[in-house]
C-alpha cells in the first residue's frame, strides 16, 4: 500500500514537473500564429505604415517601445500598461515620462488584429512586429520575428528606472547593463544603431553640447541653437539623433560617430578611444555587417525573459491586464 501511495506520489510530482517545464520553457516560434491569426502580420504592417506615412518619426518611436519593453523584465508588453488608482506602471518612469510615445498606434494595430483574430495575439508580440516593421519601412533590414510571448499581469516602475541606461551612461556602465541581459559588447553597438532614427529631447543632451569636449564644435553650435544653456528652458526642443538621415535606417549614425557628432553622451561613449571604437568603424565602413548584426541582435533581444505557456495572458486591450 505504502509502495503504491509512494509510486503515485512519484507520478504526479513527475507529471507537475513536466507541466511547469512546459509551460515555463514553451519556445518562441516565427510561425506561431500561422494557423491561429494567418492574418496577423499584414494587418500589423498596414497599420504600421499609416502611422509611419503620417509622421516619419513614429518608426523610432515604436521601435523604441519594443527596447524599453524587452529591458524591463523581459519582453512582456508591461510598457504598455497604464497607471490605475492602485497600479503604477512603467509608463511615468524617468527614461519614458514624456518621452515614449506611439501607444496610440498601438492601441490602433491591437484592435486592427482583434478585428481578425480575437484573444489571440499578445501585445508583446505586437511591440517585437512593429519594431520590426517599422525598420523595415524606414529602410532598414527584414527579419522574421520569433512570437509567442504573453503578456505581463504588472510592471515595475523602479525596474524601469533601474533597468533602462540613461543617456548620461558609459561605455562600462551599457556594457554591464546589456551583458546582464544576456546581450554581448557588440550587441550593443548593433542596437544602439537605432539612433540612425528619431529624435531626442534638449534634456537629454544639452550638458554633452555644452561640457563635453569629445564634439565636433560646428556640431554643438548647431544644437546649442535649438537647445539653451539653462536647465528648464526649451528642455523638451527635439533634434534628430542622426544629423544627417534622420528618417532613414542607415549606417549613417556610425559616421556621426567617427566625426564625433553623437547627440547623446551614450552614443559619443561608443567612439571615444575606448574597446568598442572598431566596432564603430566596421560599420561605418560597412551597412551590410551593421545590418546582420542589427538583425541578431534584435532577436537576442526579443529573447529575454519572455512569458509563455500558461504564465501571464493575452491581453484584450493593451493598457489594462484583463
Not at 107 to 124: F, L, Q, R
Not at 164 to 191: E, K, W
Request: hydrophobic share 35%; glycine share 8%.
Amino acid at each position: 500500500m505504502g509502495s503504491a501511495s509512494s509510486f503515485s506520489k512519484f507520478c504526479l510530482t513527475l507529471l507537475l514537473l513536466v507541466v511547469v517545464l512546459g509551460s515555463t520553457n514553451a519556445q518562441l516560434s516565427t510561425n506561431f500564429y500561422s494557423k491561429s491569426c494567418p492574418k496577423l502580420l499584414s494587418t500589423v504592417k498596414s497599420t504600421v505604415t499609416s502611422a509611419i506615412n503620417k509622421e516619419a518619426r513614429m518608426g523610432a518611436s515604436l521601435l523604441r517601445l519594443f527596447f524599453h519593453d524587452c529591458f524591463v523584465n523581459g519582453c512582456d508588453g508591461s510598457v504598455l500598461l497604464d497607471d490605475t488608482s492602485s497600479f503604477t506602471g512603467e509608463k511615468n518612469a524617468i527614461p519614458n515620462r514624456n518621452s515614449a510615445r506611439g501607444f496610440d498606434v498601438v492601441d490602433n494595430i491591437k484592435s486592427a488584429v482583434e478585428n481578425v483574430c480575437p484573444g489571440v495575439v499578445s501585445c508583446a508580440d505586437i511591440l517585437a512586429i512593429t519594431a520590426r516593421d517599422s525598420v523595415e519601412i524606414l529602410g532598414g533590414p527584414k527579419w522574421a520575428v520569433k512570437l509567442g510571448r504573453r503578456d505581463a499581469r504588472s510592471a515595475s516602475q523602479s525596474a524601469a528606472n533601474n533597468g533602462i541606461p540613461a543617456p548620461t551612461s558609459n561605455l562600462n556602465q551599457l556594457t554591464s547593463r546589456f551583458n546582464a541581459l544576456g546581450l554581448s559588447t557588440r550587441d550593443l553597438v548593433a542596437l544602439s544603431g537605432a539612433h540612425t532614427i528619431g529624435q531626442a529631447r534638449c534634456t537629454s543632451f544639452r550638458a554633452r553640447i555644452y561640457n563635453e569636449s569629445n564634439i565636433d564644435a560646428s556640431f554643438a553650435q548647431t544644437r546649442q541653437r535649438n537647445c539653451p544653456r539653462t536647465t528648464g528652458s526649451g528642455d523638451n526642443n527635439l533634434a534628430p539623433l542622426d544629423i544627417q538621415t534622420p528618417t532613414s535606417f542607415d549606417n549613417n549614425y556610425f559616421k556621426n560617430l567617427v566625426s564625433r557628432r553623437g547627440l547623446l553622451h551614450s552614443d559619443q561613449q561608443l567612439f571615444n578611444g575606448g574597446s568598442t571604437d572598431s566596432i564603430v568603424r566596421g560599420y561605418g565602413n560597412s551597412p551590410s555587417s551593421f545590418n546582420s548584426d542589427f538583425v541578431s541582435a534584435m532577436i537576442k533581444m526579443g529573447d529575454i525573459s519572455p512569458l509563455t505557456g500558461s504564465r501571464g495572458e493575452i491581453r484584450k486591450n493593451c493598457r489594462r491586464v484583463n
